[in-house]
């Protein structure tokens, strides 16, 4: 089973950024769709941002046109440049395949103040 493990949250204020990475210890993100998604305390795990395995990429409304997402097929990495960060963006960010079917990772925290 492939494993994904998520990095570079933390604490930032608005308006900031940072850049998500997630590792896998497969080969998987040349053949599948992956995505970052994102949950809130006391909401539901939504998809932000998906890149296929031809490189489209799309996201939600509420993030587009402020993160961007990426990914190196050769370092099994894919990446979240996340701008322009607003207090509604803070949340645990995870990645995995689209649908999900792998085990999910531990996450990585972001948290923005305002």
């Known amino acids: 089973q492939v494993q994904l493990v998520e990095s570079g949250g933390g604490l930032v204020q608005a308006g900031g950024s940072l850049r998500l990475s997630c590792a896998a210890s497969?080969?998987?993100?040349?053949?599948?769709?992956m995505g970052w998604y994102r949950q809130a305390p006391g909401k539901q795990r939504e998809l932000v941002a998906e890149?296929?395995?031809?490189?489209?990429?799309n996201y939600a409304s509420s993030v587009k046109g402020r993160f961007t997402i990426s990914r190196d097929n050769a370092k099994n990495t894919m990446y979240l440049q996340m701008n322009s960060l607003k207090p509604e963006d803070t949340a645990v960010y995870y990645c995995?395949?689209?649908?999900?079917?792998?085990?999910w990772g531990q996450g990585t925290q972001v948290t923005v103040s305002s």
């Open positions: 890149i296929t395995s031809g490189g489209s990429t």
């Open positions: 497969g080969s998987i993100f040349s053949i599948n769709a």
């Open positions: 995995n395949t689209i649908p999900p079917f792998l085990f």
